[in-house]
């Protein structure tokens, strides 16, 4: 089992509509939890770090984050067609020293216009 | 203004020569790391560095070396190129206490 874990998708919205994108990690001990964005052919951007159970809001951007059931997802409001790109989940891994990120291999979104 | 720069953006070589991938960034970041990526696919970690003169390999067995001379630059070197090595290699960097990757622009390399 990978250590976080992600729909490769993609996943297909209509522009307007909310996308949902969800990611599952296997160590308990978990502390920060962060959401990048990579359009094709360029580098990861970091959008949103969570870090307590509950919900984040950053303009269209919701992070929501359970620790029990060791769920954290991302929640796009009024997708835009700009928002089409690949959507990496990334944790804190305690268990390496130096509290190094563990990537999900990414959920590409697409927003059909 | 604080940034990690890589260069060259863009490398195309011939197999056997040897190159160097440079990385530095100016946030005063102690922890940096190099990744590979090929299109479509995930994040391979090949090499990371806690501090100057702190290098280890990472995930992905990677015929590449790094240094850590300075704490500002991270650069990765590959003695002899090969068709293999044609991917795109990221460089990451990020504070002590942690917190999220802050990722430069890449590196695409072509060996021919």
């Known amino acids: 089992q990978k250590e976080v874990e992600q729909n490769s998708g993609p996943l297909s919205v209509p522009e307007g509509a909310i996308a949902s994108l969800n990611c599952t990690y296997s160590?308990?001990?978990?502390?920060?939890f962060f959401w990048y964005r990579q359009y094709s052919g360029k580098s990861p951007e970091l959008i949103m770090s969570?870090?307590?159970?509950g919900d984040k809001e950053d303009g269209r951007f919701t992070a929501q984050l359970n620790k029990a059931s060791q769920y954290v997802s991302l929640l796009i409001r009024d997708s835009q067609p700009s928002d089409s790109a690949t959507y990496l989940c990334?944790?804190?891994?305690?268990?390496?020293?130096?509290?190094?990120?563990?990537f999900g291999g990414g959920t590409r979104l697409m927003v059909k216009p | 203004e604080a940034d990690i720069y890589q260069t060259p953006r863009y490398l195309v070589i011939g197999t056997g020569k040897k190159i160097t991938l440079e990385c530095s960034q100016t946030?005063?970041?102690?922890?940096m790391y190099w990744y590979q990526q090929d299109p479509g696919m995930e994040l391979h970690l090949i090499h990371y560095?806690?501090?100057?003169?702190?290098?280890e390999k990472g995930d992905l067995s990677s015929e590449s070396t790094v240094s850590r001379i300075r704490t500002e630059h991270f650069p990765l070197t590959l003695e002899s190129a090969r068709p293999s090595h044609t991917s795109q290699y990221l460089c990451?960097?990020?504070?002590?206490?942690?917190?999220?990757?802050?990722f430069g622009s890449g590196t695409r390399l072509t060996v021919v």
């Open positions: 160590d308990r001990v978990s502390q920060s």
């Open positions: 560095s806690y501090g100057v003169n702190s290098t």
């Open positions: 969570i870090y307590s159970n």
């Open positions: 990334a944790v804190n891994n305690l268990n390496n020293a130096g509290n190094m990120l563990t």
């Open positions: 946030m005063g970041h102690d922890k």
């Open positions: 990451a960097s990020s504070s002590r206490t942690g917190g999220g990757y802050t």
